[in-house]
Nanobody
Framework: QVQLVESGGGLVQPGESLRLSCVTS????????MSWHRQAPGKERELVAY???????TYADSVKGRFTISRDNAKNTVYLQMDNLKSEDTAGYYC?????????????????WGQGTQVTVSS
């Protein structure tokens, strides 16, 4: 029974920061590449960032230099530090694992998504 529980979202103004957390259970966390995804109204879910088992990180171009993904294997938790938030970052944010790293077909691994956490950036 895989569980993914996101938290930390909220309403902020442009330029402000948030830190999202995803507490997981039901799988061997340290063996998986963990990820954050987001979905805005009317758009498909997109991959925001992922972090490999060895700590190497990868980001979507739209968030490079502003977001930082990290993980704490002792807590089975993945984080997303979001700085200099922009209106276009408004979305529901979800964590998962990804497979296919190193190929053109990176995709989410767990079919059961968490409830997500809403991030709204508005002045």
């Amino acid at each position: 029974q895989v569980q993914l529980v996101e938290s930390g979202g909220g309403l902020v103004q442009p330029g402000e920061s948030l830190r999202l957390s995803c507490v997981t259970s039901g799988f061997i966390f340290m063996r998986y590449v963990m990820s954050w995804h987001r979905q805005a109204p009317g758009k498909e879910r997109e991959l925001v960032a992922y972090i490999r088992e060895d700590g190497h990180t990868t980001y979507a171009d739209s968030v490079k230099g502003r977001f930082t993904i990290s993980r704490d294997n002792a807590k089975n938790t993945v984080y997303l530090q979001m700085d200099n938030l922009k209106s276009e970052d408004t979305a529901g944010y979800y964590c998962n694992a990804v497979v296919g790293v190193g190929t053109p077909w990176v995709r989410p691994w767990f079919s059961d998504w968490g409830q997500g956490t809403q991030v709204t950036v508005s002045s």
